[in-house]
């Protein structure tokens, strides 16, 4: 889940789906030259930008920490590992793509309510969110489990896959393509608008499943751990919203986004702004 700011009017942009707690540490990434950010947001940074030709994720062998049922201090100690690998993952291919000034996000995990420049968490019906006004992940240590239908936390990509979609969204906005995402939504009808936030909601799952996909060796899925991952995914569509609030995709699709970059590993697979209206419904 995403808040952000448009024209002075508070507009949410459904970027995720779990929430976390309490703060953790920040980014340790540099900031490069501003002539070569894309930041700023563009439609060839969306529909070409050189991320898509820099193949798949450069291996890190991250090895995360099991989490114990109840305990939010493991589920901290998860996440900021996670996060870790994540900045490590991300900051080689940004460098890979010849493009500068990756910064990796700050992090918010939280145990109580709290707020945030894009708003109030946690949110009904989520536990995880990206603020691009901070640049900020948001994460509700007890929520993410909480909104996980009941998956035991033996089941980590679950959970791994929350955190790799919600830092996803930062990847787009570091390449450009949510700033380009959240121009198309203030400027379009209700049907347009939603079908920019499925864009970008499932262009988070490619990436999140490119990820997982390139730490299949260190992050091993039994089969049924793979399942647990697609099943959650499945459920989490939007299938009996309003055409208004269909704004994160079919159950088929947002499951479907995920397989996508997990089996074909490289980026160029999580062009979701060249296909077709039909491929992201």
Known sequence: MVLATLGGVAALFVVA???????????????????????SGSKAAALSGPLYGSGALSKIKCRLPKITEH????????LDTLSDCLDQAWERQFAKAGVQGFTAPQRVFWSLPGSSPCGSYPAPGASAFYCPANDTMYVGLSNVVDTAGGEPVSHYAVYARVIAHEYGHHVQEDAGIL??????MASGGTDARAETSR????????????????????????HAQYEAMIDDNRARGD???????????????????????YRQGVLSACNTWTVSAADVS
Do not use: N
Not at 201 to 215: I, N, V, Y
Not at 245 to 252: A, I, K, P
């Open 179 to 184: 700033e380009y995402g959240h121009q198309l």
């Open 71 to 78: 305990d939010e201090a493991s589920m901290r100690r998860f």
């Open 199 to 222: 864009r970008i909601e499932l262009q988070a799952q490619c990436f999140a499943g490119a990820f997982l996909s390139a730490e299949r060796r260190t992050l091993p899925m039994t």
């Open 239 to 261: 299938d009996e919203s309003r055409p208004d609030l269909h704004d994160h995709g079919s159950g088929r699709h947002y499951a479907g986004w995920v397989v996508r970059g």
């Open 17 to 39: 789906v779990l929430g976390y707690a309490l703060a953790g540490p920040g980014s340790k990434a540099g900031a490069g030259d501003d002539a070569t950010r894309l930041r």
